[in-house]
């Protein structure tokens, strides 16, 4: 244990200083895996900006951290180092914490939540953990927290399967009237007739409704707000994508390709690996392997 907290400390100390030292610099840190305090947060000095991870799960005062840094939020999963970084990256990049010009100084730790890794990353050049990280923004058309409620939807689905079994599935977020326009329903949409505010994915805890919905063949559509507005739907856009990464199948390519031919972000679930996509603008941005 005494090594342990000397490696943390060492490497808590390297952190501040490459961050006062670097230009635009930004502290990354999930709360778990540092075990510092508020205060402790607060100590480490107001001229460097700190965004920090903080799990679903984690029992905090939320108000008093947030006086300490900037906190985002993540699906409580174990996943590795790097799909940490890639997890938190994306997060902070759609709330809008986080610049393209900007210098990451990421400090984590493994599963075990021991601090023992720190990543600086470049965000003007890196094409390692998010493949094409500037068209991430998500724009006026989608809240951030209906990003983040749909990725960890995904997250969670692409862990635990549905029924016993993996499952894929497509989430498309905004720009639901183009969406709509090149879809088509593959059978009766199970979402007509209620009202926007109990389809609300913000107003309502509809997380095991989607996972159920994502049983069925073809995508689920959602608006910006979080409205709910199909299940269901055939993704036909008018263009096709032809420039992903290899081994990614058919659910892939209509996503990408319905991003490229609207402004939607897409969030897709594959059934065979577990890992979980996301699109914008016809590129991948990023890919999380499967959860553990």
Known sequence: MKMQQKIKEQLLNVSISLCKELEKAVLLFYYQDVGLDCNDIKNIGSDIKKIIVLRESEDV?????????????????KITRVNKVKLALMVALSSGLLKMDEMVVCLLGGMDGQVDSLFCIDMGTE?????????????????????EKILSVALDLASTGREGRATGTIFMLGDVEKVMGYSRQMIFNPFKGYAEDERNILMNDLSDTLKEYSLLDGAIVIDGEGVIVSAGAYLAPPVSVGD????????????????ASTNAMAIVVSASTGDVSV???????TRIERPS
């Open 61 to 77: 005062n939320l108000e008093e951290l947030k006086d300490a840094g900037n906190v985002i939020s993540v699906p409580s999963i």
């Open 127 to 147: 094409n390692e953990f998010l493949f094409s990280g500037k068209d991430i923004k998500l724009g006026p058309d989608i809240k951030g927290e209906v990003f």
């Open 244 to 259: 992903l990464p290899k081994g990614l199948g058919s659910r892939h390519m209509a996503a990408a390709s319905m991003t």
């Open 279 to 285: 699109f914008k603008k016809g590129k991948m941005i």
